[in-house]
């Protein structure tokens, strides 16, 4: 592995530089200058340290001979390094015994030799770079391991519309301006990272990063243009080159390969197709392998005018009998075809200038007899150990020796981020007041025989009504109808089960920003069913819906709590909490609004229900017995700032979190937000408990007034918030990501 390092370096060099290799005929120009792994704005761009691999991967394969082969070569963004950290993780805390009597090499250092070697290569501020993982976002397959390397690394997770070139040099946009990036840990292919020169149709990068790279004010790695080593059939000429550019012979060698392009490649291939796989002899054309031996004559006989067309288009390989490892299915192990990827990080310090990855990420096959070994194919990971020959270095990445600067900063949270922390807040708080609102409706509608038996039930289902999101009411529909459609209802973006995938999908994009337990408590929305069906043809029972409200709100209250308890009173929280504030006491609005502005005749069991439903009974109960009174309760759930349900609440702390927030130097007055912001809580404040209760001509009228003028200022802070903070169009803002990136996420970045 240290030698095939040094050799694809040497390439690297002088593919972009000298280019003595395609002069000599060593490696054939076809399959560089058409190459669109070749970029060509890269060509003469000097890489810091000489390293244009700071992480490099290889897929091995072991043969019925038990000689280990390179299936493929991954350089331009290798992925897995991440999984493999969290499969020894996951291991050495189910099995530590083992693990430790195994005396098995950690991997902890190998990742430390990395950040060594990123923090080296920065062009300036050496001793504390800013170093950013640039990825694809959410939507591509290993965003997982993106935002778990960055936790890791302690680096900061970015889109390419957190990124900025100004003065040929890049800036994270943050909250509170512009920050200076040294480093560059991209997980994008080479292509999508720089829409001005490379690809032009990319959403993904940053435009200008090219030209940035080659004025040396920033170091990309892995190095652009590295993506070209990645072609299969450069494999074929290895080992000469090993032997012109090293004087050694190749210790690791690749599967027998066969450009077709070659004529007497071309000659051995036609005659022993069905020993052969076929492969697109560029990675930039995504194709499954072509297993001849599988195909009917005639399909032979058109693929094999296809090669003596098309030849150069197209690489042959030896067919590698895998070796297999046991995998545990049900309660029997199975054989499963492997393939390990093996990592190495450049390391200027080592004499080969890398150190190899005392492990790697085994992938296993889905079934017995899958040709191809692929996690997008329903294959497996296994954690893999490299034994030590004495005790393994117990080394951590947490090092308690170095001395740190101290401080309490944490202001580099980009707009993206605050944005989808702000509206985590939303859905979390909306999906959490939705259930339980359905929650009060469902117990009563399991309970009673009827409206006749339930008199608050009509109110309940008329601030249901009110909901500004949840599917509305049919004419003829029963009220258990309605409930289900408001809870399963797939077809509608507001039902809670829409909401609830709206919260697991928020998480996911802001992954590095919460805590691990906050994460887990988000994980029990993952069994929330997408459809009533699967409960059995007749649907769901009573009880069935009430169990599932009942488990929904605690895990939203979960996290909830976590959020209070876990994150630190930074940047992310405010805005994760202006979030859950705003979306309360909208509710609140509503909810109120629903039930108590045209009082009913029988009002006990409204005022009852609504405590129940703002999650306020005890407190009701502790201070003022059994005695129910409206005035009562809209001094508890509209005044009183110390219940966490009130809507004064909401608002105290919706000010507060908005004088909290970042801003420019301005003049002694207050910004729009703060002025929003005052302007609600100064309408609760001043209004009067006894004059809200009162009933004029059968309402009350003063109530509806303060609600709907709360509720008309709560839409404009949070439009004025949004402007502030989280409208991208502004030059230090990110623009939300459009349609086009859902799409091209997914293909960029190295697939398992």
Not at 337 to 361: E, N, Q, W
Request: glycine residues 8%.
């Amino acid at each position: 592995m240290l030698q095939r390092g040094r050799l694809l370096e040497f390439v690297l060099a002088d593919l972009y530089g000298p280019q003595r290799l395609l002069r000599e005929g060593l490696i054939p120009p076809e399959l560089v200058y058409p190459n669109p792994g070749f970029l060509r704005p890269c060509h003469g761009i000097k890489v810091p340290g000489g390293h244009y691999l700071h992480l490099y991967a290889a897929n091995l394969g072991r043969g019925a001979d038990g000689q280990w082969r390179v299936i493929g070569d991954r350089t331009q963004a290798p992925s897995g390094a991440g999984y493999a950290l969290e499969n020894r993780i996951v291991m050495t805390r189910t099995l530590p015994e083992a693990f430790r009597d195994c005396r098995a090499h950690r991997l902890a250092l190998f990742f430390q030799t990395f950040r060594d070697t990123l923090k080296a290569i920065a062009p300036r501020n050496r001793d504390n770079p800013r170093i950013v993982l640039l990825t694809p976002g959410p939507y591509n397959e290993t965003y997982f391991e993106h935002a778990y390397l960055a936790r890791y690394l302690g680096y900061t997770l970015v889109e390419g519309g957190d990124l900025t070139v100004r003065d040929n040099r890049v800036f994270l946009k943050v909250l509170g301006g512009l920050q200076q990036v040294d480093v560059i840990f991209r997980r994008l292919d080479d292509d999508f990272c720089d829409p001005l020169e490379l690809r032009p149709d990319s959403f993904l990068g940053v435009p200008g990063l090219t030209h940035a790279v080659r004025t040396g004010n920033v170091t990309v790695a892995n190095a652009l243009g590295t993506g070209v080593l990645e072609t299969p059939a450069l494999a074929a000429f290895l080992p000469r080159l090993a032997k012109e550019l090293l004087g050694e012979e190749l210790r690791l060698e690749s599967v027998p390969t066969w450009w077709c392009g070659d004529p007497g490649a071309l000659r051995y291939v036609l005659d022993h197709l069905d020993a052969l796989v076929l492969k697109p002899a560029f990675p930039a054309v995504r194709g499954e392998p072509i297993f001849p031996a599988e195909l009917a004559a005639a399909d032979r006989g058109v693929l094999a005018a296809q090669l003596r067309h098309q030849g150069r288009e197209f690489v042959a390989q030896a067919r590698l009998d895998l070796s297999t490892a046991p995998v545990l299915t049900g309660d029997r192990l199975e054989p499963r075809k492997m393939v390990l990827r093996a990592y190495l990080a450049a390391d200027p310090a080592a004499r080969s200038g890398f150190t190899v990855m005392p492990g790697g990420l085994t992938r296993v096959s889905a079934a017995p007899d899958a040709m191809v070994v692929s996690m997008q194919r329903g294959g497996g990971s296994k954690d893999t150990w490299v034994l030590a020959a004495g005790a393994a270095i117990d080394f951590s990445l947490l090092n308690t020796g170095a001395r740190v600067e101290l401080t309490r900063a944490g202001g580099d949270l980009p707009s993206r981020a605050a944005d989808n922390l702000f509206w985590l807040g939303r859905y979390a708080e909306r999906a959490e007041a939705t259930t339980r609102l359905l929650r009060g409706v469902a117990v009563r509608l399991a309970e009673r025989s009827g409206l006749a038996d339930a008199p608050e039930l009509p109110a309940l289902l008329h601030t249901l009504s009110l909901q500004r999101d949840l599917p509305p009411a049919h004419a003829k529909e029963t009220p258990e109808s309605h409930v289900l459609r408001a809870v399963f209802d797939a077809t509608h973006t507001g039902s809670l089960g829409s909401t609830v995938r709206s919260v697991q999908r928020l998480a996911g994009m802001v992954r590095d920003r919460i805590s691990i337990d906050m994460w887990r408590a988000l994980n029990g929305l993952a069994d929330f069913p997408t459809e009533p069906s699967v409960y059995g043809d007749d649907g769901p029972t009573p009880a069935d819906v009430l169990d599932l409200l009942n488990r929904t709100v605690i895990t939203l209250a979960a996290f909830g709590g976590l959020a209070v308890e876990s994150m630190t009173r930074g940047e992310g929280w405010r805005f994760l909490d202006l979030g859950r504030r705003l979306e309360r006491a909208l509710h609140m609005i509503a909810l109120l609004d629903g039930s108590l502005t045209h009082p009913a005749a029988q009002e006990g069991p409204i005022l009852d229900a609504i405590l129940e439903v703002a999650d306020s009974g005890m407190t009701y109960r502790r201070r003022y017995l059994g005695s129910l009174r409206a005035e009562a309760v809209i001094d508890l759930l509209v005044f009183d700032e110390s219940n966490p349900r009130s809507l004064a609440a909401q608002l105290a702390a919706l000010e507060d979190d908005v004088n909290h927030l970042p801003r420019p130097p301005r003049g002694a007055g207050r910004s729009p937000e703060q002025r929003f912001a005052l302007a609600a809580l100064s309408s609760v404040r001043m209004a009067e408990p006894e004059k809200l209760a009162a009933v004029t001509d059968g309402a009350r009228l003063e109530l509806k007034t303060v609600l709907d003028h709360v509720g008309g200022w709560l839409p404009i802070l949070s439009d004025a918030i949004t402007q502030q903070y989280l409208t991208h169009l502004q030059p230090s803002r990110h623009l939300a990501a459009p349609e086009p990136v859902r799409r091209t996420a997914a293909e960029s970045g190295d697939r398992l």
